[in-house]
């Protein structure tokens, strides 16, 4: 025990309270004070509470359950630096006498082995703070079978004298559904839901979920209940229980960061979950010194764990980008050196300058984004536009372009006309699109190198060479050794899917791909010209 004055041991003269006892399970009820166990039989399991050395002793005749205790501050004036600030609670089921040096009080003459403690010829445990639970179907309260043995700081005793203050060791029943139950159940059901929904591609019913908001809900929602764990506790103004709510609050915090991370989803995702592995040690030792005295007297074991990971993926990474700036610097020296051939030479700048009006000139809208839209279908037409679609078209025109399975369902696409509201979620749509898409994209190729003097690479042996378009195309066996660009690879597809385009599959937009170079700048701007005037195409996106 430790006293406001600081004092400890055998320097302590008195317990420094007038009673203790201990209050019933399943109801308020305190040990009577001060009662004789023969004042009748409603308190005969009851004994007096008596001063041993610096402790005080509450016996009874037979078991008896408890969820807590109280303590009574002495009647007299100017004794408030024998008030206890620092307490354990102790018991034993064992028969003993109170004799010799046992009778001094505390562990004096005894053997004090962490949770127990040999006094009086018996051990004694400590008390502790059931891990309890609620029953399923009466809602009453059970302790499970392992208790948190509790060193409670009680600073915050009243100054005042013949005050009686509780030690609740039980938490409110609305707090123990918020903070534990719905906590766990919500959490449970939640990464079921995230489960199903990164199965289904990210999509269900037509609704499409950001996977990682979700994990972030699903992770974050414990702060929410946090925080309405504390708000039961602090509205019903139980003083003695308010610990219970700040501890709440204060687990608000990490959950609350890791939701941010995961919905954010940048570069500083790593770190960010690593800020909330620390902030939740801090927070396990800031109550742990607040409740119990000691910093470390329970540990956050999922902090350090998380905390280890974090700074285990962190160095990887580090490494990772210092080897790729590496790989990257070749390149980079590369480019800068061809750029600046080409800003030196006076044609080559001239050329820039034209490519940039002729951007201009085409007039894309910078904002404009880019998505895979389904086409619109004519039979969901307004009626007016229908017919006039129909008036317009040929039923043979109709049918040549209709896919037959579609045509006989009725389901006739409006060629040219995307439905902005209908976005493509169908990897093989867009792997049978892009397949179809290529074959279109190597003709016109051909045409456009044909008239701006392209450029292809070519195999020769070991090495790869660009040549004209011009010089291979009456050659059969040049013809042959092109290496066209084939169409994105299924793994590439997923990475970049995950990594960039948050599981969105209409934001793939260059899995049938290919390229033109050019020995100058004017073929280039050239070739863009034609491009955009082709006939058969339609430019949505120019990016640099």
Same mark, same amino acid.
């Given at each position: ?7 400890? @041991? ?58 807590? %205790? ?19 609670? %102790? ?25 127990? !403690? ?243 000139? !085409? ?34 025109? !109709? ?10 369902? @009725? ?72 290496? %066209? ?30 390229? !033109? ?28």
């Amino acid at each position: 025990m430790v006293t406001r004055d600081g004092s400890t @041991g055998r320097d302590i003269r008195s317990p420094g309270v007038e009673d203790f006892g201990i209050l019933k399970r399943g109801s308020t009820q305190c040990t009577p004070h001060n009662r004789n166990a023969h004042n009748g039989n409603k308190f005969r399991e009851y004994l007096p509470t008596r001063v041993v050395g610096t402790s005080l002793l509450q016996t009874f005749e037979k078991p008896t359950k408890m969820s807590g %205790w109280y303590v009574t501050m002495l009647h007299d004036e100017e004794t408030q630096d024998t008030d206890p600030t620092y307490f354990e609670i %102790w018991g034993t089921s064992s028969d003993f006498n109170v004799t010799g040096g046992c009778a001094e009080g505390g562990a004096v003459g005894g053997t004090y082995n962490g949770d127990t !403690i040999e006094w009086c010829g018996v051990v004694w445990d400590k008390v502790g703070v059931p891990a309890v639970r609620y029953d399923r179907l009466s809602f009453q309260m059970e302790p499970a079978k392992w208790l948190r043995f509790t060193h409670l700081h009680n600073k915050e005793l009243s100054m005042s004298r013949d005050v009686s203050r509780r030690f609740e060791l039980s938490p409110p029943f609305l707090f123990y559904l918020f903070y534990n139950t719905l906590a766990m159940g919500i959490q449970g059901v939640l990464s079921f839901f995230v489960l199903v929904v990164a199965m289904r591609g990210g999509v269900i019913m037509r609704w499409r979920f950001n996977i990682h908001v979700l994990l972030g809900l699903t992770v974050g929602s414990p702060a929410v209940l946090s925080a309405l764990a504390a708000l039961t506790v602090l509205f019903q103004g139980e003083s003695e229980r308010q610990h219970l709510a700040w501890e709440a609050i204060a687990r608000i915090v990490r959950p609350a960061i890791v939701f941010y991370a995961c919905a954010y989803q940048g570069p500083w995702f790593v770190y960010l979950l690593g800020l909330s592995s620390v902030v939740d040690i801090a927070v396990t030792v800031m109550v742990n010194l607040v409740l119990f005295g000691e910093p470390f007297r329970n540990v956050s074991l999922t902090g350090f764990v998380w905390l280890f990971l974090c700074v285990y993926v962190g160095m990887f990474r580090v490494r990772d980008l210092s080897r790729s700036r590496n790989l990257f610097k070749a390149d980079q020296e590369r480019y800068d050196k061809l750029w600046t051939q080409l800003t030196q030479d006076e044609d080559s700048r001239m050329g820039i300058d034209h490519l940039k009006k002729v951007v201009l000139m !085409i007039g894309l809208d910078e904002t404009n984004y880019c998505r895979q839209h389904n086409r619109v279908r004519a039979d969901r037409l307004p009626k007016a536009q229908r017919e006039k679609y129909e008036k317009a078209s040929t039923e043979e025109s !109709i049918r040549v372009r209709t896919c037959p399975l579609f045509y006989e369902m @009725g389901h006739i696409l409006v060629p040219s006309r995307p439905n902005a509201s209908s976005l493509v979620s169908s990897f093989d749509q867009l792997y049978a699109q892009a397949g179809v898409a290529n074959l279109q994209l190597l003709k016109r190729l051909r045409v456009w190198a044909e008239m701006t003097n392209g450029m292809f690479p070519v195999s020769q042996g070991n090495t790869v060479v660009f040549a004209r378009w011009n010089d291979i195309k009456d050659d059969l066996h040049l013809s042959q050794q092109v290496r %066209w660009t084939l169409i994105k690879r299924h793994g590439r597809v997923f990475e970049k899917l995950l990594r960039s385009y948050g599981n969105e599959r209409a934001r793939l937009l260059d899995i049938s791909r290919n390229l !033109i170079v050019f020995e100058t700048m004017t073929d280039l701007t050239n070739c863009l010209g034609i491009i955009v005037t082709d006939e058969n195409i339609r430019v949505e996106r120019l990016k640099n």
